[in-house]
């Protein structure tokens, strides 16, 4: 791969079935997603929440294109990258809420959920550290050699530390199995990616390490499957790192409690009309003959009471018992 190819605008050869999954994924994230910002508005989650909403279309064609094995870690912007692995949405908003039924039994909140089963090793709340965790899960496929590839995701703010760097020439030089990919929503915070970073250009950022990069339209969720596909053939076939930079967009504030005052509702508005992920797959998949309007109806109709179904389990599940603060505690 070349350090500069265009990005991909559609994964031919896309199943009915697929395109079907894809919409259900990405509305079910979208769905819970918004149940997660009710309860957190009702009291009813604590600390941080850090919503992934307008963001789904990476994540799900990022997954659709791994094989079992493979595994992913990210930040704490995770819910999304939870149920895309196919973890329990009861489990999910059960540890949201604090409820021993969670995937943490309640201890890990929102930033901090696990699940080896599905190969999802975290949600971590400190900006950049899962990239040389998903750097080392890599090593250990390789020493292994069990020809898994590991997804880390992290966002443009974190590509500006330290660490993130260190991880690349590793991986580089011991041509480790990673796939990077650059979940740039273009803010950090409430700082833009221009007045944050000298290089905007995220999938340029491995260049000094000879790690090459693609950037993908993460609005589009057959374009992120069909470059996914690439990045994780070309990290099996024993080539070392890849990274993919997925320009996205994020609909809400970095997190819950952000008003989000550093952009105009215009521009919020624009994105949403113009490109919103879910919105735009359903008019695609419509045009096609994929499905009917009655179908999307009946999709989102199931999905809705999934999610409800979720809520109602974790506010009638119970707290973690005290003796609970003694327990998983690595000495």
Known sequence: MANAKPAVQSAPGVS???QKKFYHDMLLIRRFEEKAGQLY?????GGFCHLYIGQEAVVVGMQAALKKGDQIVTAYRDHGHMLA???DPKGVMAELTGRATGYSKGKGGSMH??????????????????????????????????????????????????????????????????VYVIENNQYAMGTSVERS???????????????????VDGMDVEAVYAAGQKAAKYCREGNGPIILEMKTY???????????????????QEVREKRDPIEHYAARMTERGTVKEEDLKAMD???RSI?????????????????????????
């Open 41 to 45: 508005g009702m009291g009813l989650i």
């Open 197 to 215: 970073s000298a290089e905007t250009h995220f999938y340029k950022r491995g260049a000094s390490f000879n790690i090459p990069g693609e950037q």
């Open 307 to 331: 999610v409800n179904t979720a809520a109602e389990f974790a506010q009638e599940s119970p707290e973690p018992a005290p003796e609970e603060l003694y327990t998983d505690v690595l000495a």
């Open 16 to 18: 009915a079935d697929l």
């Open 250 to 268: 994020r609909y809400r504030g970095h997190s819950m409690s952000d008003p989000a005052k550093y952009r105009t509702r215009e521009e919020v």
């Open 85 to 87: 692995t196919g973890m």
């Open 301 to 303: 109709k199931d999905i």
């Open 113 to 178: 959920m696990f699940s080896v089963e599905q190969h999802f090793y975290g949600g971590h709340g400190i900006v950049g550290a899962q990239v040389p965790i998903g750097t080392g899960l890599a090593f250990s496929d390789k020493y292994k050699k069990n020809g898994a590839v590991c997804v880390t995701y992290f966002g443009d703010g974190a590509a500006n530390q330290g660490q993130v760097y260190e991880s690349f020439n590793m991986a580089e030089l011991w041509k480790l199995p990673v």
